[in-house]
């Protein structure tokens, strides 16, 4: 990848960071309150069903949460092994795709 | 402080081995005066570097007791542990012999970080006026005192693991330049210096930093690399 | 190059931010598909979560808390060095002890223990 291709990994991958760190927070006191709560399917359930701001929520944080992974595991395995080029390129964006579409699956599940 | 010296060297190119050498211990000593004592009275086929002798060359750099140093500036009264020293030529670079290393790669990218002056176009018969107060000047001043001594370089782990990073000493080099408000390179010198060759390489470990014996801040010119070859993609000028 | 050239604390940062993002990259698929799967009717989701107050899990859990803390605010310590001008010593200061800080809490109200 040329120098601008991996300069606009650098800047998704400060910008998945940003959305994350703000999503991480919501998300973990979202828990504190659902435990608080009593934890059981019924509760989450009664909170999540139907709601398009949960949905939207999560689609977004699984979606940023998988880029960055995947641009994170990039720049880890081609420093750690001898893998590197398009190949690498393909093999990270189809994880990130794989685990993009389990986020969304669980949110829809968490949805529908 | 033990009356002798135990001190292992590297002898060879890339094969090769330590072997060790009894130096006479002194009240106060240079590891660069140990390796002189080797090569005149025990080893006279000992190849090293040297120069100046009093720090302000660099020529002297080598890897003592695991970290890379100048060894005309590193008292061995501070270094070596219980009477023993363990010299190694500098890590990152093909060892020529013994304590003697390659540079020319190291000064390759240098080259191909666009690390030149590149005068402006239309400069004119006037004096170029360069405000010393500006934070251009001042980040560019910041980091001209490199001496290219090679220090940085062989600290860098990513140097280690990516042949092909342009290291701290280019990239530190080329940030100066970028703030040099008399040169002309602008984009060409960004894309240069962007991409998994340059910038975006640096995890900012920063054992550059820590082991400068200029105390100059390659991590530092690296992140400012960093967002100025952020802002030209943005912009659309990379 | 060897230990005592690396032996820093910003170094140890780096080790710590990279040895966590890649755990953390483990457990995310993981994560996804077990709330994914559970989440297939409400009893199935029940079943799960009473799985989740093991022991174990929980102490799972407070792993994953720190790992989550120990990577976020690496995270912050980076975004500090490539776009403010901060001392070096500062930056790590933070990291250490907002991480610290944000590790406790969140243990601490999660209620794993």
């Known amino acids: 990848m040329g120098a601008r291709g991996e300069t606009w990994l650098w800047i998704l991958q400060r910008a998945t960071a940003a959305v994350l760190a703000g999503a991480v927070l919501v998300h973990l006191a979202t828990l504190v309150y659902a435990v608080r709560q009593g934890l059981s399917a019924a509760a989450i359930l009664a909170r999540t069903e139907g709601n398009l701001a949960w949905l939207g929520f999560y689609l977004l944080f699984a979606t940023a949460a998988a880029l960055h992974a995947g641009i994170g595991l990039r720049t880890v395995l081609r420093e750690a092994t001898p893998w590197r080029g398009p190949s690498l390129d393909g093999a990270v964006l189809l994880l990130a795709v794989a685990i993009a579409a389990a986020g969304w699956r669980a949110a829809f599940g968490l949805f529908a | 402080m033990t009356a002798t010296l135990h001190v292992s060297v590297w002898r060879g190119g890339a094969a090769g081995r330590l072997v060790a050498y009894d130096v006479p211990a002194q009240e106060s000593q240079t590891v660069l005066d140990v390796v002189t004592y080797i090569q005149r009275h025990l080893e006279p086929a000992l190849s090293y570097r040297f120069a100046c002798r009093v720090g302000m060359c660099g020529s002297c750099a080598m890897t003592v007791n695991g970290v890379p140093r100048w060894t005309c500036r590193t008292h061995v009264r501070r270094v070596a542990s219980g009477g023993r020293l363990e010299l190694r030529p500098l890590e990152n670079m093909p060892v020529i012999k013994d304590l003697a290393v390659d540079m020319s790669n190291f000064f390759g990218k240098w080259s191909r970080a666009h690390g030149a002056f590149a005068p402006m176009a239309g400069l004119g018969e006037e004096f170029a006026k360069v405000a010393p107060d500006s934070p251009e000047r001042q980040a560019a001043s910041a980091g001209i005192e490199c001496i290219g001594c090679g220090v940085c370089y062989a600290a860098c782990d990513v140097v280690r693991w990516n042949d092909a990073f342009l290291g701290p000493a280019a990239l530190n080099r080329a940030w100066t330049l970028v703030n040099d408000c008399r040169d002309g390179d602008g984009a060409a010198r960004l894309r240069a210096v962007a991409g998994d060759a340059g910038c975006h390489a640096c995890h900012s470990q920063q054992s550059c930093a820590l082991h400068c014996p200029k105390q100059l801040d390659p991590t530092a010119a690296i992140a400012g690399l960093k967002r100025a070859t952020a802002k030209a993609a943005l912009w659309g000028k990379l | ?113």
């Open chain 3, 1 to 113: 190059m060897s230990w005592p050239a690396r032996n820093h604390p910003n170094y140890w940062a780096f080790l710590l931010h990279r040895m966590s993002g890649l755990l953390l990259a483990l457990f995310l698929p993981l994560h996804f598909w077990a709330l994914g799967t559970a989440i297939e009717g409400a009893a199935r989701l029940d079943g799960f979560l009473r799985w989740t107050s093991a022991p174990l899990v929980k102490l799972a859990e407070i792993g994953l808390v720190v790992l989550l803390a120990a990577h976020l605010t690496g995270g912050l310590r980076l975004l500090a060095i490539e776009f403010l001008a901060w001392r070096r010593w500062q930056k790590t200061a933070v990291a250490l002890s907002a991480g610290a800080s944000l590790a406790m809490g969140l243990v601490f109200l999660l209620n794993l223990f």
